[in-house]
């Protein structure tokens, strides 16, 4: 069936708020858009005349989509190789969605999409529609088809999970170049002692390689433990050029609001490593190498200008 133009273009208005919607609840750039196409599939096919709120019809639809598709997505979690980790979006990618509060910064936060896995679907859905998007519980009751009271009582729960996480340090781009260009002098040097100091006591590492690409998947855990482990992963060597497809260049970047080591080949992102900054230090390095993952950020990438490498690594 076919759309009148104005009918399109109204949907394509919403299109970047709801793939910012299904990125949050769904941790998956690749899944977002699929939940988005299928919500114009569904567009196609209804009665636009008869529909009073168009933007609360496509959000509630999108919504309920995304949780089916997340019970899903969990289901295939539970055999995945290795460590599971949110797909990284580089600075601009509009998926990113508004980010003028703390709050909406904060529900993209790299660290708190991995919280957001300790969620319930429809806990996971009020906190992103309530903290991100600032829609009124009369609104999200409606969308989840609960009542306002069980909507609160949601955003409450989700919070008081979310608290348990240690809070991060906001972080802009000059601050971020710094932060990843210390951290790449210390883990480069050839000691540990210089790293160790950057990272928390309790700090962890981990990787999701998805069975492609070898990644760690059983966190290293303390601040030696983990320096030691990084000082190895910079350490050059043929099987990891091999493995990368040529030695890629190292560049300091912001995923998902957050300080980030991005690793390029020939244009390609090879792999996005998260920094997670609190007062104290690094308290987090997570670093996403499935190629499965990284096609959203290679095309952000190639979008932007990114400046010259800050090492050839490898």
Same mark, same amino acid.
């Given at each position: 069936?076919?759309?009148?133009?104005?009918?399109?273009?109204?949907?394509?208005?919403?299109?970047?708020?709801?793939?910012?919607?299904?990125?949050?609840?769904?941790?998956?750039?690749?899944?977002?858009?699929?939940?988005?196409?299928?919500?114009?599939?569904?567009?196609?096919?209804?009665?636009?005349?008869?529909?009073?709120?168009?933007?609360?019809?496509?959000?509630?639809?999108?919504?309920?989509?995304?949780?089916?598709?997340?019970?899903?997505?969990?289901?295939?979690?539970?055999?995945?190789?290795?460590?599971?980790?949110?797909?990284?979006?580089?600075?601009?990618?509009?998926?990113?969605?508004?980010?003028?509060?703390?709050?909406?910064?904060?529900?993209?936060?790299?660290?708190?999409?991995?919280?957001?896995?300790?969620?319930?679907?429809?806990?996971?859905?009020?906190?992103?529609?309530?903290?991100?998007?600032?829609?009124?519980?009369?609104?999200?009751?409606?969308?989840?088809?609960?009542?306002?009271?069980?909507?609160?009582?949601?955003?409450?729960?989700? $919070?008081?999970?979310?608290?348990?996480?240690?809070?991060? &340090? !906001?972080?802009?781009? %000059? #601050?971020? /170049?710094?932060? +990843?260009?210390?951290?790449?002098?210390?883990?480069?040097?050839?000691?540990?002692?210089?790293?160790?100091?950057?990272?928390?006591?309790?700090?962890?590492?981990?990787?999701?390689?998805?069975?492609?690409?070898?990644?760690?998947?059983?966190?290293?855990?303390?601040?030696?433990?983990?320096?030691?482990?990084?000082?190895?992963?910079?350490?050059?060597?043929?099987?990891?050029?091999?493995?990368?497809?040529?030695?890629?260049?190292?560049?300091?970047?912001?995923?998902?609001?957050?300080?980030?080591?991005?690793?390029?080949?020939?244009? $390609?992102?090879?792999?996005?490593?998260?920094?997670?900054? &609190? !007062?104290?230090?690094? %308290? #987090?390095? /997570?670093?996403? +190498?499935?190629?499965?993952?990284?096609?959203?950020?290679?095309?952000?990438?190639?979008?932007?200008?990114?400046?010259?490498?800050?090492?050839?690594?490898?």
């Amino acid at each position: 069936m076919s759309l009148p133009r104005s009918d399109v273009d109204l949907f394509e208005a919403a299109r970047p708020r709801l793939e910012a919607i299904a990125y949050r609840v769904l941790g998956s750039a690749a899944e977002a858009e699929d939940a988005v196409q299928e919500t114009f599939i569904r567009w196609q096919a209804a009665d636009v005349e008869r529909i009073e709120v168009p933007e609360a019809w496509l959000t509630k639809v999108l919504t309920n989509l995304c949780l089916n598709q997340l019970a899903s997505a969990r289901a295939r979690r539970e055999t995945y190789v290795g460590q599971w980790l949110p797909e990284p979006l580089l600075a601009g990618d509009p998926m990113l969605g508004p980010a003028d509060t703390a709050q909406q910064r904060e529900s993209v936060s790299y660290a708190v999409l991995i919280l957001l896995e300790r969620l319930s679907p429809n806990e996971r859905a009020v906190y992103v529609l309530r903290e991100a998007f600032d829609y009124p519980h009369r609104e999200i009751a409606d969308i989840l088809d609960i009542t306002e009271a069980a909507s609160q009582q949601l955003l409450h729960r989700a $919070r008081k999970h979310l608290a348990d996480g240690r809070a991060r &340090t !906001e972080i802009d781009e %000059a #601050a971020a /170049r710094r932060i +990843v260009g210390e951290f790449l002098a210390a883990a480069t040097s050839g000691r540990t002692d210089s790293l160790v100091r950057m990272l928390t006591d309790d700090a962890v590492t981990v990787g999701d390689g998805g069975g492609k690409i070898p990644a760690r998947a059983k966190p290293f855990e303390g601040a030696v433990a983990v320096a030691k482990f990084l000082r190895g992963l910079f350490t050059p060597g043929k099987a990891k050029r091999d493995l990368a497809g040529g030695s890629p260049e190292i560049h300091a970047a912001l995923a998902n609001g957050g300080p980030a080591v991005v690793a390029v080949v020939e244009g $390609r992102v090879v792999g996005v490593m998260c920094l997670e900054v &609190t !007062e104290h230090g690094i %308290a #987090a390095c /997570r670093n996403q +190498v499935n190629p499965d993952k990284l096609g959203r950020a290679t095309r952000q990438w190639a979008a932007t200008d990114h400046g010259e490498p800050l090492l050839r690594a490898f």
